[in-house]
Structure formats: structure tokens, C-alpha cells
């Protein structure tokens, strides 16, 4: 087993945190105010949250460091060799909400995470991704998020990003719904082969081409003219974005149950959302389209030679 070095994962994290932030902040115009916060069980963080921006009505990049004695159920459960081991967890995690409902909302996570016991060798993993939640898409978007994606996975090896494409769409899929959140993009669990230093490598590749993904689609969308029909439709979808991060995903459970911090787990939720009673959008409209062209895993790259 190749050495396992956490103090240079934690820098990577926190310099990615820098690194997204400055990005944002010159696409915006705005600044990230930051909260320093300690867990009272072991470790803390930096949550860094912008709220009524030109460009960003309300996004987070938070960096958590967290520790302790014993591992939260959410933990445990699927892997019960864990109890009774002390581990520490930590990552990058963020989520923008645009105000403009031609710029997608986008998320990206990447973390590490080691669970120790004397005597006994770590247990360690690398995880993450980036997926993407357009209200109204383009096409030429997609593909080059998807493009940018697959570069990125291309040094490790031709079956990483079909792999890590179809667990996203798996994942960020509501069960209860039958439905995708968006139009994926990576995801990726439990990642300790070949070694340490290969599995790092990755989650780095991962981390350093998110912006490469999100930026050119801001910047392309971030001026198109909107109304209170774009917004009305943006807000019913985000609640979806509710839906999924509350009922269905496990970073919000990790977090919740292993003690982290309240407001900094909840900064994934957008500022405005609406439900509406069966709701369904008319017949050949462009809201329509959203569900009937892009709300169905596709392989896009594939489209791209059309």
C-alpha cells in the first residue's frame, strides 16, 4: 500500500476552494463572504456563500474537515466493517444557483475519507463529481460539459468516463419521481485502486476541470433576456433540487448525522422554489422540452457527431 498522506489532500481542498471562489467572483462581480466554523466533536470548516449577486442569487463553495470517535449510521450501514473505527472525512462541495434561468445550476463535490482502527490497516476512498441542472437547455452546452468531463478522465483509463457518467446519471436520479435531476455529468465513490497517489491524481483531474466545464456555459448564457414565465418555470425545478438533496442524497445525511454544521450542509437549497399540484408544462412548449429531450440519460458525445 502506497503512503497515505492527508495533510496534502487537505491542501489541495482548501487551495480548490480558493481557486473556485476567485473564478466565480470575477464572473459575477460580487465576493464570497466566509464563516469560519469549528465541530464540537473534532474539526470544522470554511463555508463561503454569496446571496444576491449580479450573476449568482445565492451559491456556496465550503470546504469541511471532520473527525471524531465514531463513524454516523449513514456511514455504517452499508458498510458495518467500519464501526467502531475512528475516521476522518473531508472536501469541497458546492452548489450556484444562477439568477438567470438560461444559466444552470451546477454542483461539484470532492472529498476523501479514512477510517483508522489499531492494529488494523485504514480503510480509505476518494469520491466526488460535477452534474449539471439546466431549466432551459442547449444542446452545444451539454456536450462540451460532457466533453470536458471526458478529458478529464482520459489519462485514467477509456472505461473511466463511460463508468463514472453512468453512476451519475444513476445517482442523481429522484426514485420517487422517475425522474433525472439534470443532465449528469461524473460521479464517483469509493475509489482507493491502483494506489493512493493514482486515486488523488484523479480526484484532482476531477476538481481543477470544473470551472473549465462551468465557465464557458455562463458566459454564454449569463446575458440572455428573461421573464417572469423563465423564472416561474426555474423555481418549480428547483424544487426538484430540494427534493433530491433532502430525501435522496448521502452527503446531506453524512453531514447531518455525523454532527457538521446546519447551515453550511443546507446551502445546497436555493433562495426561491415553488411546487405546484401536477403541474405540467404545455404541450410543445419549450418547458416541455426540458423533460421530453434532456431530463433522459442520453449519451452525449455521441449526439455531438450528428
Known amino acids: 500500500m502506497s503512503h497515505i498522506d492527508i495533510a496534502v489532500v487537505k491542501d489541495y481542498l482548501l ?3 480558493d481557486s473556485i471562489c476567485s473564478q466565480l467572483e470575477a464572473l459575477d462581480g460580487h465576493s464570497f ?7 464540537s466533536a473534532g474539526g470544522g470548516g470554511r463555508t463561503r456563500v454569496m446571496q444576491e449577486g449580479h450573476l449568482i442569487e445565492k451559491g456556496g463553495v465550503n470546504f469541511s474537515h471532520v473527525f471524531g470517535d465514531q463513524l454516523p449510521p449513514s ?14 472525512a473531508m472536501g469541497v462541495s458546492l452548489v450556484i444557483h444562477p439568477r438567470n434561468p438560461y444559466v444552470p445550476t451546477s454542483h461539484a463535490n470532492v472529498r476523501f475519507f479514512i477510517a483508522e482502527k489499531a492494529g488494523e490497516d485504514p480503510v480509505w476512498w476518494f469520491g466526488g463529481g460535477y452534474d449539471l441542472t439546466p ?3 442547449f444542446k452545444e452546452d451539454v456536450i462540451e460539459w460532457h466533453q470536458v468531463a471526458k478529458n478529464a478522465c482520459k489519462p485514467f483509463g477509456a472505461n473511466v468516463y463511460p463508468e463514472y457518467k453512468q453512476w451519475c446519471d444513476e445517482y442523481f436520479h429522484l426514485k420517487h419521481r422517475d425522474e433525472a435531476r439534470g443532465v449528469g455529468g461524473l460521479f464517483f465513490d ?3 485502486e491502483p494506489n493512493f497517489e493514482q486515486c488523488f491524481a484523479f480526484m ?17 448564457r449569463k446575458a440572455t433576456a428573461y421573464g417572469e414565465r423563465e423564472r416561474e418555470f426555474q423555481a418549480y425545478r428547483r424544487g426538484r433540487y430540494v427534493e433530491f438533496n433532502l430525501v435522496w442524497d448521502r452527503g446531506t445525511l453524512f453531514g447531518l448525522q455525523s454532527g457538521g ?3 453550511s450542509i443546507l446551502m445546497s437549497l436555493p433562495p426561491h422554489v415553488r411546487w405546484g399540484y401536477d403541474w405540467k408544462p404545455e404541450a410543445g412548449s419549450v418547458e416541455e422540452k426540458l423533460y421530453t429531450e ?4 442520453k449519451d452525449w458525445l455521441a449526439e455531438a457527431k450528428e
Open 190 to 192: 469509493d475509489l482507493n
Open 15 to 17: 487551495k480548490l476552494q
Open 33 to 39: 463572504t466566509q464563516d469560519s466554523w469549528e465541530r
Open 261 to 263: 454544521r446546519t447551515e
Open 135 to 137: 431549466f432551459y437547455p
Open 204 to 220: 484532482r483531474a476531477v476538481g481543477d476541470s470544473y470551472m473549465q466545464a462551468y465557465a464557458p456555459i455562463v458566459e454564454r
Open 294 to 297: 434532456f431530463l433522459k440519460p
Open 75 to 88: 456511514a455504517t450501514a452499508a458498510r458495518p466493517e467500519l464501526a467502531g473505527r475512528s475516521f476522518q
